[in-house]
Structure formats: structure tokens, C-alpha cells
């Protein structure tokens, strides 16, 4: 049972370029995202509101909003991780944000400077911010197949964390971490049942270094689909070790049916040792394409906006399928 239309949440200009050794400039970063937008995709998380010091790939955020605020046809999320940047973000044009977090106490630290309570007291004053002007919170729950599940495990509080951190988009470390092992199923589902009570729209559940097989994705998702409904959630896999298409065909054959990926498969956390890029667009559209089911995203635009950033970062694509479509 896959479903007919699924929505691809593109994030190569965040997730790709907040990981590139040289700061691609301005303009390339519009011209991205514009040409992304031109494809099709109906949300593209366009920069992140942190601090420069930490990520200077992205500190031209604002520049980067401003020049976006006619584009039509897609939504531009971007990521906030406290209140300075959930203004900043406001003022320069988003209308929609993103928070982050991790329920490992190391990871949340390297990342964002924080303890988990701490993050969880910021949170809430986004969450709080972005509810008195409507916002659309989407939740990012990271589960790193390993970090999270053991603190999960013991910390009841830093479930709490996560849950707000979620009512953007993400959860961290839904899967596993490199120090702290496998995270248990029905920790991952009592993490995302609070995300979702606390009224995220949308919950992502982001494998941060691409660890997951179907072996550990399934009893994951199995969980979470029996206190979440299914269609506020996502997945979002990176490919390490080129597991991403099998966990989302298995997410879509679960009933998933918002997938995030990126652009010729750019990708990383600065933070996260050992994250690779996110599971290609181009890669996820062929597969969809093969299968019947709807996208509205034109391959052979999306090709030319893979070719546009990967001659601009002067790389092969990371993306199989368009490699081998730019041959043809
Ligand atoms: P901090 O250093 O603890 O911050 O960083 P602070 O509050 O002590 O402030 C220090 C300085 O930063 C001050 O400036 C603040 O004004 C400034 P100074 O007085 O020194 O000149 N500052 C800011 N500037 C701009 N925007 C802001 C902001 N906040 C403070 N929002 C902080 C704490 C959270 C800011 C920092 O750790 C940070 O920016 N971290 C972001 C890390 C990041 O972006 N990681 C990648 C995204 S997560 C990811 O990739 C995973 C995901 O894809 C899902 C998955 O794969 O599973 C989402
Ligand atoms: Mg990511």
C-alpha cells in the first residue's frame, strides 16, 4: 500500500550546504533555490538561523530569505534554534521554522551549546513565539540510530526536550548514535506521541548518520505509527552506508508519505561525526517515477539544478540515478 502522491521536503540548501568546506556564495544559494522551487518540490528548507560562529556556511541566512520572498510554488522552511534566531528568521521574511534536537546529552551539547533542559526551556520560548503568530511548527526528531536510545531510556527529561524541540520538525538521533547505542522502538514512540500532542504539524524522524537498515527502521516505525497519526510523520535518512532508498521504500510501504532528500545527495551535520550526505532527490523521484506515484517534481529540472550546484562545488553528483540520466 504506497502511497499515490508522496511530498519530497528538499533540503540541500540547509542539510547540503551547511556542510560544504567552502562557503558557497550568495547568489549560487538563490539561484539553488529558485531553481529547486522551478522543479516542482513543494517545500525546500532554504538556510538556518544559528549562529555564524558555529555555521558560517549559512550566515548570509537573512540575504538569503530576502531574495526568496516572491518565490511562489513552495514553501521555504528554515532552521531555528532559539529566539534570536526564530526573530531573525521572522524578519527577514520566513513563515515557517524549524527547531532541532537531540535526547543525546553529548550530542546536544556539540550541537547546540545546551544541555537538554536547557534546549528544552529555549524551545519553548520559540514554540511559544511561533504560536502567537500562527507559525507552522514542523518537528525534527533526529533519531540518530544509536546517541538517543539510551538516553531515552533513563532520562524522562530529556523525552520532554525532545518533544519540543519536534513541534518544528525535527527529531535527532531517532535510530542510533556513535557512542551511546541502539535507541529502543517505544522510546522513539513515546518521544514523537508527546511531539505530536504538542501540536507539531508534521514530524520528521531523521536517521543523522545514516545507520538504519530496514532491520532497525521497521520496528521503529512500527512503534511510532501506532501513537502517531501517519501522516504528520516524515523520514529523513542520510546514506552513510547506502541504506536510504530501502529505508524509505520500506517508510512508504509502512504508509509514509513525506520523504526529505537532497539535492545530488549533498548532506552532513557539522556536529555529527561520521553523517554523510542525505539520500539524493534526484535518486528518491527516479524510484518514485518507477513506482507510479506522484511527485509533480520534473526530473529533467531537477537534474539541471543538481548539475548547476555540483559543477558549481566542482564535484561529481552524489546522485546514481542522475549521473547515470546526464549520460543518456
Ligand atoms: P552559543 O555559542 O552557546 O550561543 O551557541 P550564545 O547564546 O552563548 O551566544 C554566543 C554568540 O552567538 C552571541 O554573539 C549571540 O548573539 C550569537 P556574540 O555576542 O558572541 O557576538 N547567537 C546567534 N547569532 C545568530 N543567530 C542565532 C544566534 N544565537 C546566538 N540564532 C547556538 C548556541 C544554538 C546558537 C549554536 O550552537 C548554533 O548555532 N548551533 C547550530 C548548529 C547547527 O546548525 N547544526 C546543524 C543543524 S542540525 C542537523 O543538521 C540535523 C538535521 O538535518 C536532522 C537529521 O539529519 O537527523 C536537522
Ligand atoms: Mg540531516
Redesign the pocket.
Known amino acids: 500500500r504506497i502511497p499515490e502522491y508522496v511530498k519530497i521536503v528538499e ?1 540541500g540548501p540547509r ?1 547540503g550546504l ?1 556542510n560544504e568546506k567552502d562557503i558557497v556564495p550568495t547568489d549560487v544559494k538563490i539561484q539553488l533555490i529558485k531553481m529547486l522551487a522551478a522543479s516542482g518540490l513543494p517545500v525546500v528548507e532554504a538556510t ?8 558560517p556556511q ?1 550566515a548570509d541566512a537573512k540575504f538569503v530569505m530576502e531574495a526568496i520572498q516572491d518565490l511562489q510554488g513552495a514553501k521555504f522552511p528554515v ?4 529566539v ?2 526564530f526573530e ?1 528568521a521572522i524578519a527577514a521574511g520566513a513563515k515557517e521554522v ?1 527547531i ?1 534536537a537531540s535526547a543525546s546529552e553529548s550530542f546536544s551539547k556539540s ?4 544541555s537538554i533542559q536547557e534546549s528544552l526551556v529555549r524551545y519553548r520560548e520559540v514554540a511559544l513565539a511561533a504560536g502567537k503568530l500562527s507559525l507552522p511548527v514542523r518537528g ?1 526528531a ?3 540510530f544509536i546517541y538517543i536510545a539510551v538516553v531515552l531510556a533513563n532520562k524522562t527529561n530529556h523525552l520532554k526536550w525532545l518533544i519540543l524541540e519536534n513541534m518544528h ?2 527529531i ?3 535510530v542510533g548514535c556513535p557512542v551511546e547505542g541502539a535507541i529502543a522502538p517505544s522510546q522513539v514512540a513515546y518521544v514523537a506521541k508527546e511531539l505530536c500532542s504538542m501540536g507539531c504539524y508534521e514530524i ?1 524522524l ?3 548518520i545514516g545507520v538504519g537498515t530496514p532491520g532497525t527502521v521497521i520496528p521503529m516505525l512500527e512503534a511510532v505509527i501506532k501513537v502517531v497519526p501517519i501522516e504528520k510523520l516524515a523520514v ?1 535518512f ?1 546514506d552513510t552506508y547506502g541504506q536510504a532508498l530501502a529505508n524509505i521504500l520500506i517508510s512508504l510501504q509502512m504508509g509514509i508519505s513525506t520523504v526529505d532528500s537532497s539535492i545530488a545527495g549533498l ?6 561525526k561520521g ?1 554523510s550526505g ?1 539520500v539524493a532527490t534526484e535518486d528518491v523521484v527516479y524510484m518514485l517515477n518507477g513506482l507510479g506515484v506522484k511527485t509533480n517534481v520534473d526530473i529533467q529540472k531537477l537534474l539541471v539544478a543538481g548539475d548547476f550546484i555540483s559543477k558549481h562545488l566542482r564535484r561529481p553528483s552524489g546522485s546514481k540515478a542522475a549521473t547515470a540520466l546526464m549520460k543518456t
Request: contains cysteine; hydrophobic residues 35%.
Open positions: 533540503v542539510d551547511q538556518s538561523f544559528v549562529s555564524p560562529k558555529w555555521v549559512l532552521l531555528t534554534p532559539n534570536k534566531g531573525a524549524a532541532f550541537n547546540i551549546n545546551c525534527c533526529h533519531f540518530l520538525r525535527y535527532s538521533c531517532v520528521s531523521g536517521d543523522t529523513h542520510h548532506g552532513g551535520c557539522p556536529y555529527a553523517a542525505n
